[in-house]
Structure formats: structure tokens, C-alpha cells
């Protein structure tokens, strides 16, 4: 029996009809899937409920928990399996991926879904980072007014998604907006039973102990409020129990720099969705949409064009290559070790002012905590052969270091911490060069005064000596000194 929970292999069949083509990601709860559908004739997402830690996979393929704790474990991600299921086959929303087929073999759950080829709105991010672009206004109020109608009818049939982030929104190449993953669905029946997954700085107080709260349609707002912050300022916001304790998030009205860019209500909106405090938000949906203004039309999102893939692409060739060069003067060991991880040069984090200019920093909130593992995406392969490519366009015998995240185990659904190190420019050795031949200036001219200079200066002249006093001896055979005037004697026979 193998003590880890590994992936399927390509060819098994599932259910008498799904082929498994490839794995797409491996979750702290679940394995993703690709696989054909001989009876509909299509591609599918087939899920797998796993959870990590808790079960293995014997010589057939079958799942079997590691303990009998364990198998409380894995009845208990059945039933929550069970329960999202039933959440998604209730949903007829369009921007919603659709449910297909559900059943129980191989000792768990799975259920088969829609492939939507696509990219998310992290991952755009991550191309937009590259290029060192920010979203227009209008790109942000169409693709936030697109969410919130598709919420606004998610909601109606009450459901709430408990996980938007912006790698759960999917953009497709037509430009329309799809709302994924609902592996951590509530209902109003169902609020906080079972596992709860928390997306530190996405997720709002009441998913934490201590903080729980009733669920309901501002929870899913106070998310999307989060993606956009984090789209608008380049920062992920301070979780959410934090902040119920103390609200250290800056405002984005009060942020100069977005002012210039985008106008207020738009700022002034998301910093409402994204309070603490229950009241304080959106109730609903629709409260959200009808303070924007209602949208003219549905919002097509503009599909990231073949010049900017290859123009991001060139960039991160340029780093990775960059990384294969010896360290030069300036430059520490401790950068260059931090170059090397396929993805170009890792720049130095540093801190957002309030009056910077706002670019998509990477956001690694859900990647740069995870092994090296294919990652869930549901949402097709452009990005991911454009991040292989980076890879192959790197001279030969460049070796990027195994990442440190590699070495972690999956992350579970709870706690997972955000990461995200913003890029910047590599730095200049200019500086350090120029500091280094001052420095050597100072250390010559010191040398030379302490040699040279010192030989040059006058020595002290030696003090002179104090005149010589005449005296002459008194009656008294004591010397005294001489009168003014006195003149010694001579005498033939030497001194009186």
C-alpha cells in the first residue's frame, strides 16, 4: 500500500466513461483531474475528494485512510464533498461553472464539472506584473459589476461561494468572466458545519473561532472587496480576525495615487465591502450594484494578446539568463540565491506608499505556499506553457534551485499564511561601485598623510638653556646671586 495520497494516472477510468488525461491540481482536501468524457464527448473536470495527510492510495488505485481517526477525517470530506454537490446541482446561473455528475468508488467521492479554457485573474496578474501595467477604470468597474451580477443570482437561490479570491475568477478568451471552484460552499441551511476554509486576507471575521458570525451574501462581498483591493493597490489585506481586533488596512479613497487613477465611488465602494464589521457592509449584492450604477451591457474583459505573453516571456528570459552570470560587485550572495527560481529575477520587497503609483504585483497567496505539484486551475494551459517556456529559453546549464515551498507539505484549507513579494527593478552595481572607489580614495590619502606627511613637518626646536647666574660667596661662605652691576673677581689662586 502507498503511504502517500497520489495522483491518478493518465488512462484510469472513472465511473465506466471518464478518462483520466492529466492531473490539474492537488488541494489539501481533494485532486483535480482533466479527463474525456466518452458518453458527452468532452473534456471534464473530474474532482477527487482526498484529503491530505489522512488517506493513501493502495496497489488498485482505492482510497484508504491511514487511521481510524482518519477515517473520521475522510467520512467527514465525503459529506462536505456531498454538500457541495448538492450546491452546484442547483445552480443554473450563467458565470457559474456547471455540475455534470457525481458517484462514489474507489473508496470516495467524485464529481465531474465543466472545463472553462481560460485564465484567472491571478494569473493575469501575473503577466500584467511583468509588463509593469495596472487595470483601467473601466476594466475594473466592468469586471466588478460582471461578479457582483453573477453573485446577486448565486445568491438568490442561497448559496454563497465562501472563496472568491483571484484565483477563483476566470477569465475566458472571449472576455467573459466565470466564477470557479465552489469547494468551499455554504447555504443558509448549512453555515459553519464541517471544515471551513479560511484564505488569509480574503477570507472576512467570521469564518475565524472566535469571530464566527451567521454567513450570508456580505461574506462573499467582503471577499470580492479583498480581490479588488489587492487588483487596485498591489496589497493583500491584514486577515480578517486581525482586523476585528484592529484595522491597520489603509484605505483606498485615502490612497493619492489611486485618486488620480480611478474615480472615488469605485474606491469608496470597495473599502465599504471590505469592513469588518457586518453592518458596515453591503447586505447585498445588488446594494453594490445599484450604488456603481447599473451596468450597460455585460462587460467583456480584454483577453491578454499574444504581444504581451511573449513581450512578459522576453522579460523573464532576460532574468533567467541574468541568474546564470557570476555575482558582480554590489550584488549579495543571498540575491543571487534568490534568483534562482525559473521565474526570472526576484526582486527586494518593498512597502507600498501611499502615493505609488499602484502595478500588479504577483499575488502567491495560494501558489508560493504550495509543493511542486501541478496547480488547480480548471481554467486551460496558456500561462502555464508560457511559465514552462521561461524555463526553456534559459541558456544551457542554468540549474534553478528547488524552490523552498517544494519541500512543505500541501497546505490544508485552514491557515494557509499569504505570501506575495512584489517586483521591482534589479539593482544597479552603479552605486556600489562608485562607493567602493571612495572608499579606497579615503584609505590612500590616510596612508599617504601618516607615510609622507608627517616626515615634512618641523621638528620641535630644542627649548633654550636659562642663562648661566654669576654668584659670589658672602661672608658666610653661601652663594647668592650676584648683584646687578657685580663683577667676579679674578684671582691667581681660583674662587673666593
Not at 556600489?432 to 572607489?437: D, F, L, N, S, T
Request: proline share 8%; charged share 20%; with cysteine.
Amino acid at each position: 500500500m502507498n503511504e502517500e495520497a497520489l495522483p491518478l494516472l493518465a488512462g484510469v477510468r472513472l465511473n465506466d466513461r471518464y478518462i483520466v488525461s492529466r492531473t490539474l491540481g492537488v488541494g489539501g482536501f481533494g485532486i483535480t483531474y482533466l479527463a474525456w468524457d466518452e458518453e458527452g464527448v468532452r473534456q471534464v473536470v473530474v474532482k477527487e475528494c482526498m484529503p491530505t495527510g489522512h488517506v493513501c492510495r493502495d496497489a488498485q488505485g482505492d482510497v484508504r485512510p491511514v487511521s481510524s481517526e482518519s477515517a473520521q477525517v475522510l467520512a467527514a470530506c465525503i459529506a462536505n464533498t456531498d454538500h457541495e454537490i448538492g450546491a452546484l446541482q442547483r445552480l443554473d446561473v450563467d458565470g457559474v461553472v456547471k455540475f455534470y455528475d457525481h458517484f462514489l468508488e474507489r473508496g470516495t467521492i467524485y464529481y465531474a464539472m465543466e472545463y472553462v479554457e481560460g485564465e484567472s485573474l491571478q494569473e493575469i496578474a501575473d503577466v500584467r506584473a511583468e509588463l509593469g501595467q495596472h487595470y483601467e477604470a473601466e476594466e475594473i468597474k466592468g469586471l466588478l459589476l460582471n461578479l457582483l451580477e453573477i453573485l446577486d443570482k448565486v445568491h438568490k437561490q442561497g448559496i454563497y461561494h465562501c472563496d472568491i479570491k483571484p484565483g477563483n475568477v476566470l477569465i475566458t478568451p472571449e472576455g467573459k468572466t466565470v466564477l470557479i471552484d465552489f469547494g468551499a460552499v455554504r447555504s443558509r441551511e448549512l453555515q459553519h458545519a464541517g471544515a471551513v476554509q479560511v484564505s488569509p486576507g480574503y477570507s472576512p471575521p467570521e469564518f475565524y473561532p472566535g469571530f464566527r458570525r451567521e454567513i450570508g451574501p456580505w461574506t462573499d462581498l467582503y471577499e470580492l472587496g479583498a480581490t479588488f483591493y489587492r487588483l487596485l493597490s498591489g496589497r493583500i489585506p491584514e486577515p480578517g480576525d486581525q482586523r476585528s481586533m484592529r484595522d491597520r488596512t489603509q484605505r483606498l479613497a485615502l490612497m493619492p495615487a489611486l485618486k488620480d487613477l480611478y474615480p472615488q465611488p469605485l474606491l469608496v465602494g470597495v473599502d465599504k465591502a471590505l469592513s469588518p464589521s457586518i453592518r458596515d457592509r453591503y447586505p447585498t449584492a445588488r446594494a453594490w450594484i445599484d450604488y456603481l450604477g447599473k451596468p450597460q451591457g455585460v462587460f467583456m474583459m480584454p483577453a491578454l494578446s499574444a504581444r504581451h505573453k511573449s513581450r512578459a516571456l522576453a522579460r523573464a528570459s532576460v532574468g533567467a539568463h541574468a541568474v546564470t552570470r557570476a555575482p558582480q560587485s554590489g550584488v549579495s550572495a543571498r540575491m543571487v540565491a534568490s534568483m534562482h527560481a525559473g521565474q526570472g529575477v526576484k526582486r527586494p520587497t518593498r512597502s507600498l506608499g501611499s502615493n505609488h503609483i499602484p502595478r500588479m504585483f504577483k499575488d502567491t497567496t495560494d501558489q508560493s505556499e504550495k509543493p511542486d505539484k501541478p496547480v488547480l486551475t480548471n481554467k486551460g494551459i496558456t500561462l502555464k506553457s508560457f511559465r514552462s517556456a521561461q524555463q526553456q529559453n534559459a541558456p544551457a546549464g542554468a540549474s534553478p534551485a528547488a524552490s523552498p515551498a517544494a519541500a512543505k507539505g500541501v497546505p490544508s484549507r485552514v491557515g494557509m499564511k499569504p505570501a506575495y513579494t512584489p517586483a521591482a527593478k534589479p539593482q544597479n552595481d552603479m552605486p556600489w561601485m562608485m562607493a567602493k572607489v571612495a572608499l579606497v580614495l579615503v584609505v590612500v590619502f590616510v596612508l599617504g598623510y601618516l607615510i609622507f606627511g608627517r616626515n615634512n613637518e618641523p621638528e620641535p626646536s630644542a627649548p633654550a638653556p636659562a642663562p648661566k647666574q654669576r654668584v659670589y660667596k658672602g661672608g658666610g661662605g653661601m652663594g647668592v646671586p650676584a648683584p646687578a652691576g657685580y663683577t667676579q673677581p679674578r684671582t691667581s689662586g681660583g674662587s673666593r
